[in-house]
């Protein structure tokens, strides 16, 4: 790890928190002076750039006090946490299936998420999308945040072959979960953060 990414991953949350354009009380004064009016918007678009490589260099850095909804935590495996999404894989291993949950309290749509979020939003999910087609070779990349159960805004990221099970079906309510082994997830998300 470089020592400018050492020095700035510590301060992601908060960079995290100016971004999104939440409040500032109680930052760091060298962050708090970023968010005033004469402060540059060329911050803004680095940070919009670069804070995902950031917090690939430092995957354990979680956002403070965000709250997972316990269904969320239950099926998905904790990958990695990215700019603004953590990143989990399912635990089903009959498909490469990864989740991305915007770290955002109280969000159910992404037209709820600030511009600034939808953005990074997009960004990661097609960043993950690329990475989880390279990994797998898959015939088709399905993308979708439904919500009808579990309303916290989240975005399913699945990789679909011709003959997986139940193709060209969909993979909701299909036969039992096959549990990934520790062993097995590890080097799957090892894979994925490789291509990302």
Known sequence: MTRAVA???????DLTRLASGSSTTNL????SAISSPKASQAFKKLLLICKTTIIRECPETPLPDFPLDPRLERDGLLVSNLGLCQLRVMNDKRWPWLVLVPQREGISEVFDLTPLDQTMLTFETNMVATALKKVTGATKINIGALGNIVRQLHVHVIARSEGDANWPGPVWGFGTAEPWSDEERKAFAARILENL
């Open 7 to 13: 020095r700035w991953g510590c301060f992601l949350p």
């Open 28 to 31: 760091p004064a060298f962050i």
